[in-house]
């Protein structure tokens, strides 16, 4: 693989993540009914500072939960026709909630699928949102971030790493090729 671009440097991150925590603020009605959900790995953390963001702007805690979806690939049937949630730590209800769910990057959409699904077995929400750093395109599914940090139009063969410090040591958005 090679690295053909930076998108986003630290600093870029920051703001993409400050201007979602503000459009959060203005399009949830009441926050207090607000929780985060971050898919792991990367979801976790981008979830964490969103609520952190929110509350120094608003004063109002978000609650963050951490999704693991493992094998949530609905094509990877010869394993298992069901997503397998392990090390989901979520200690709050859902039941009537407003939940937004935080990732990294979307694709084709499966993940945020089982995700979705996952989220279901946990009981039912008043509406589910979603909110992602990049948007790169080329969704199988009918589902589209509700928030999104930075729309990179990307081909089949490249790919988008999103760096976070606590897991990467650094912070940035880099485009890479597979070729």
């Not at 898919?39 to 702007?57: D, E, H, S, Y």
Request: net charge negative.
């Amino acid at each position: 693989m090679n690295l053909k671009a930076q998108i986003l440097d630290e600093i870029a991150v920051d703001k993409a993540l400050k201007r979602l925590s503000h459009e959060i603020i203005e399009n949830c009605d009441d926050l207090s009914n607000v929780v985060f959900v971050g898919i792991k790995r990367r979801g976790v953390p981008l979830a964490k500072k969103l609520a952190q963001n929110i509350k120094t702007f608003s004063g109002v805690d978000i609650p963050v939960g951490e999704l693991d979806i493992t094998l949530y690939r609905d094509d990877l049937s010869t394993i298992s026709d069901k997503a397998i949630l392990n090390d989901t730590k979520i200690d709050f209800s859902v039941q009537q909630k407003d939940v937004i769910l935080v990732d990294d990057v979307i694709y084709t959409g499966r993940t945020i699928r089982a995700a979705i699904d996952g989220i279901f077995k946990l009981g039912r929400p008043s509406r589910i949102m979603l909110a992602v750093l990049v948007d790169r395109g080329h969704r199988e599914l009918p589902i589209r971030g509700d928030f999104v940090g930075k729309n990179v139009p990307t081909s089949h063969h490249e790919l988008i790493a999103v760096n976070i410090e606590e897991l990467d040591g650094k912070t940035n958005v880099e485009l890479w090729s597979k070729d």
